[in-house]
């Protein structure tokens, strides 16, 4: 069972960066695909990237395409989200999450092991 920790997260004015972490211990992060999801203040959680980290090949939501990116690094045992180009919409609790890495990158539904989560809060 692998265990993660996010951090990183706080208050960024629109056009910002942030960089996200997603600590794992337990188990080595290369066996698993990193998930990094989003949830709004009265909206549902949606996912955002994900990363198969014994490849490094992502997988990205529209609404991150070419404004965030998703690494790993794993003899840290650690996982990224670089977020550029900050908007007011995407102010949200990001999490970051684990599935086995044998499992289909594109999907956002099976991940097993969850984070608790980091806020960002971007102004206008």
């Known amino acids: 069972q692998v265990q993660l920790v996010e951090s990183g997260g706080g208050l960024v004015q629109a056009g910002g960066s942030l960089r996200l972490s997603c600590a794992a211990s337990?188990?080595?992060?290369?066996?698993?695909?990193i998930g990094w999801f989003r949830q709004a203040p009265g909206k549902e959680r949606e996912p955002v990237m994900a990363?198969?980290?014994?490849?490094?090949?992502?997988y990205v939501e529209p609404s991150a395409k070419g404004r965030f990116t998703a690494s790993s690094d794993n003899a840290k045992n650690t996982a990224y989200l670089q977020m550029n180009s900050l908007k007011p919409e995407d102010t949200a609790i990001y999490y970051c999450a684990a599935k086995w890495e044998s499992k289909f990158i594109g999907s956002f539904d099976d991940y097993n092991y969850w984070g608790q989560g980091t806020q960002v809060t971007v102004s206008s």
């Open positions: 990363i198969r980290c014994n490849s490094g090949n992502t």
């Open positions: 337990g188990r080595t992060l290369s066996n698993y695909v």
